[in-house]
């Protein structure tokens, strides 16, 4: 088992910056590839970053792709942060992060692929 605690989120204005933090505890003796996703009220989760289980990889999705970087801060990827910058109403929701056992070298863009989630934290942008 892996349990994920989120933290960071918040209220910000648009054009802030925020940081996330995941921190993973449990069974983390592999390295474990990191994804964070986020999903508002009445629509479907959507992807957001990831990284790969050796550190290597990013991967972004369209409409955060140079504003947001996904970091770790260890080989095994067990702490991992979400830089958000420049950010805009359609960035409010609540995010998630998840963890992969799966030894994959490339990062997780797709929920089926994660096996563990955290509660998420609330992120909202007033304009």
């Known amino acids: 088992q892996v349990q994920l605690v989120e933290s960071g989120g918040g209220l910000v204005q648009a054009g802030d910056s925020l940081r996330l933090s995941c921190t993973a505890s449990?069974?983390?003796?592999?390295?474990?590839?990191m994804g964070w996703f986020r999903q508002v009220p009445g629509k479907e989760r959507e992807f957001v970053a990831a990284i790969s289980s050796d550190g290597r990889r990013l991967s972004y999705s369209d409409s955060v792709k140079g504003r947001f970087t996904i970091s770790s801060v260890n080989t095994l990827n067990t702490v991992v942060y979400l830089q958000m910058n420049s950010l805009n109403s359609d960035d409010t929701a609540v995010y998630f992060c998840?963890?992969?056992?799966?030894?994959?070298?490339?990062?997780?863009?797709?929920?089926?692929?994660?096996?563990?989630w955290g509660q998420g934290t609330q992120v909202t942008v007033s304009s």
């Open positions: 998840a963890a992969t056992l799966s030894q994959s070298r490339a990062p997780a863009r797709t929920e089926l692929l994660y096996d563990y």
């Open positions: 449990g069974r983390t003796v592999s390295p474990i590839g």
